[in-house]
């Protein structure tokens, strides 16, 4: 009897893990409802401006996207660093968790941000879903959130985050554009394989230019793989046939990247390697012969040297610089909000759709202005043109060379 | 639906050499669940992340030795330093939560040392997340002794693939697969042949028993941690290897699988933790291969439900006469 019951038991155990593993490769969580659009009260109450105050940045520290959500806040701790030492009035971070793909903790830590009265405006979060999710309490809010990596096109595109979403990155639609316009007509490939990470970052990505591709004759072989939670890609491998010519890999964890590229050549594969702005990581992931697309960032800066030798540890953790360029936006707005000794939450929202960096100050290399309303690909909240993607070829000695 | 591709006998091999590799590393691990629950009737959840400390182990002992690029020592000790580090390590790790977390929670209700398990585990992730950080560790194994081209290996390690009518078998595989073996085989004679080994099928048969024929059955549990975590060590090692990077989250997906391995092997018998690791493994292999990688843990843990309906024991296990 108690063998049965131990048996039970396991058996339960593992029908749980079983739908636990599932549920988390397939998770779509609903967006919670955004607040009304009349002003709450926290949102128009006024925060004193001391000499100290206070951001939110919402990344996820740890978990399995733990080493992109630490070059993120190390990025933005950077520029607080940076801003507090030329600058009379301290900037403070509050920062949260949001361990991604959890969407739970990102909206525990939204509406941790939100309710804290202190906090005038958040740097984050990461993720496309994360965004998702944490609209409403952000909202609810009338927090201005600005993230340095969430690039699905219709978080800006569909209006409802209007006034509160920013981001310092391109969108996806501009990079799929991009990606799939370069293996089309630069590399002239006609058989691409496209495999999504089975995230919504992924997914979306992959979707824009496997669409784009086939509308251009190409044959596209579509694959999945949970990058999150597989080690081994030697079966996935297997599945590509030798005569396909580029793997577009939109993924976030260039070691698993890099991993499979390995796993590629050594099953005498010679498809080129296509990643995206996730893999835009030269300490990690550098396929010879492999192209990536990127943030558009000013890599010669003297920040991105002075942080390479400073909290960078000799490298330059690029994915983590737009939210270098989010606190910025941030620390203006806030500023200019508490140009007369108080701030509310409203009147930093104002002074961020309000951004106006120039390119010479810009660590992005281009100025920092944002559309207001919906222009396509462009959303309100999404960086005025020039920016876009640029795209960069890994050469033999895994250096990343820029190309036209 | 992915579709599943045309049945082809070199897609279907190499589908074989890497289930079998990725199911020898499952069943090192199904193996230290299977000996722990068949002497203390435990489901030691903290085992994958004995598992992950094995590979940080072997990490640290390779990056001491100079690194994979240009080690101070020729690759072949190198590598068996590794092994023996991370083996010893893993196994003191286990027979410290096993003292500390388990032994005094033996008489307790068959929950509270799950629990105690599942906090081992969270403490293990999160202690390395906190020494060494979240950003993933590369073995780099694929360039292993690239600096040392007259060393026992000649080249990197990766580089040394053998294309067998199409298929192709790295070196680094017929290590782990050969060493998994040997391991296995080792850890069989010593349950079988050895005066501990009887101890400890003694002392997984009745534990008051042994004891009152003079079994001191603390040191027999200590010493089945002691093994089952070496051989964990040793598959986090090999994992190192084999897919050369180790990360804190390592052990949760690993522990999953050996763990559902053990269960489809009949957990509380070793072949049966083999068998079921290998199955595990060339389950998963097949399943991504031919129909892709959003079916893979779908037809895995579908197996693991349906051994259990049909075998509740699992396929090797037996069904313990119950005393009434």
């Known amino acids: 009897m108690r063998s049965r019951r131990a048996t039970a038991v396991a058996a339960l155990l593992a029908l749980g893990a079983a739908l636990a593993v599932v549920a988390a490769a397939y998770a779509t969580t609903p967006e919670r409802p955004a607040a009304p659009a009349a002003q709450s009260g926290s949102d128009a109450a006024l925060v004193k401006c001391g000499k100290n105050r206070t951001i939110g940045v919402a990344a996820p520290i740890t978990g399995p996207a733990g080493s992109l959500g630490q070059q993120q806040l190390t990025w933005a701790k950077y520029f607080v660093t940076r801003y507090n030492r030329s600058h009379k009035n301290k900037l403070q971070v509050v920062q949260g968790d949001t361990q991604l793909p959890d969407t739970a903790q990102a909206i525990q830590v939204a509406e941790r941000l939100a309710s804290n009265s202190s906090v005038l405006g958040v740097v984050g979060p990461a993720g496309s879903q994360e965004v998702q999710v944490s609209t409403g309490p952000f909202k609810a809010g009338g927090l201005a959130f600005i993230t340095g990596s969430a690039t699905r096109t219709t978080l800006t595109t569909d209006g409802t985050r209007k006034g509160y979403f920013y981001r310092t990155v391109p969108n996806d639609d501009q990079q799929g554009g991009r990606v799939a316009n370069y293996i089309r007509s630069k590399l002239n490939a006609s058989r691409v394989a496209v495999i999504d990470a089975q995230n919504s970052y992924s997914t979306g990505l992959s979707d824009t230019v496997e669409k784009l591709l086939k509308a251009a004759g190409v044959n596209v072989q579509r694959e999945s793989v949970n990058e999150a939670t597989v080690s081994d890609f030697s079966s996935l491998v297997a599945r590509i046939p030798a005569s396909t010519q580029v793997v577009y890999v939109p993924w976030q964890l260039a070691p698993k990247a890099q991993l499979f590229g390995q796993q590629l050549r050594a099953a005498g594969k010679t498809a080129t390697l296509f990643g995206s702005d996730g893999l835009n990581d030269p300490d990690n992931f550098k396929i010879p012969g492999s192209y990536v697309s990127a943030f558009p960032v000013n890599v010669s800066s003297p920040i991105v040297k002075a942080y390479r030798q400073g909290p960078g540890g000799g490298k330059n953790d690029l994915f983590g610089l737009p939210s270098y360029a989010a606190a910025d936006v941030l620390a203006r707005a806030v500023d200019k909000a508490c140009a007369n000794g108080s701030a509310s939450r409203a009147e930093v929202r104002k002074f961020v759709a309000q951004t106006n960096i120039p390119k010479s100050q810009s660590v992005l290399g281009f100025r920092i202005r944002y559309t207001q309303s919906v222009k396509l690909p462009l959303g309100p909240g999404d960086m005025q043109v020039p920016a876009n993607y640029i795209l960069y070829r890994i050469n033999n000695n895994g250096v990343y060379v820029r190309v036209p | ?324």
Request: proline share 4%; aromatic share 10%.
């Open chain 2, 1 to 324: 639906m992915d579709l599943p591709l045309v049945f082809d006998s070199q897609l279907a091999t190499q589908l074989f050499v890497n289930g079998l590799t990725l199911g020898s590393l499952y069943a090192l691990i199904a193996l230290g669940y299977s000996m722990v629950y068949g002497i203390l009737k435990l489901l030691n959840f903290a085992h994958g992340d004995v598992y992950m400390v094995g590979a940080f182990i072997g990490y640290a002992i390779l990056n001491g030795l100079g690194g994979p690029i240009s080690p101070t020592i020729a690759v072949a000790p190198l590598i068996v330093l590794m092994f023996l580090g991370a083996m010893l390590g893993s196994g003191a790790l286990g027979v410290v939560i096993e003292r500390f977390a388990y032994r005094p929670l033996r008489d307790a209700p068959r929950i509270a040392p799950l629990i105690s398990a599942l906090g081992v585990s969270f403490f293990l992730e999160n202690s390395v997340l906190l020494l060494l950080g979240a950003q993933f560790r590369t073995y780099n194994s694929f360039l292993l002794g690239s600096d040392h081209p007259k060393q026992f290996i000649p080249g990197p390690l990766s580089d040394a693939v053998f294309v067998v009518n199409g298929v192709n078998v790295q070196l680094v595989q017929i290590l782990v697969l050969a060493t998994a073996l040997g391991l296995m085989v080792a850890l069989t004679l010593l349950v079988a042949r050895t005066q501990i080994g009887k101890a400890m099928r003694a002392t997984a048969f009745d534990r008051e028993a042994a004891a009152m024929m003079g079994i001191d059955v603390d040191r027999v549990i200590a010493v089945t941690f002691f093994l089952g975590s070496l051989l964990a060590g040793a598959a986090g090692v090999m994992f190192g290897l084999l897919f050369s990077q180790v990360y804190h989250l390592m052990g949760f997906t690993a522990g999953l699988k050996g763990f559902t391995a053990a269960v489809v092997g009949g957990i509380g018998s070793i072949p049966g933790a083999m068998l079921g690791g290998v199955l595990v493994g060339l389950a998963e292999a097949y399943a991504t291969g031919y129909f892709g990688g959003r079916w893979s843990d779908l037809i895995v843990f579908g197996i693991l439900i349906f051994v259990l309906l049909v075998r509740p024991s699992g396929l090797l296990g037996t069904r313990a006469i119950q005393k009434v």
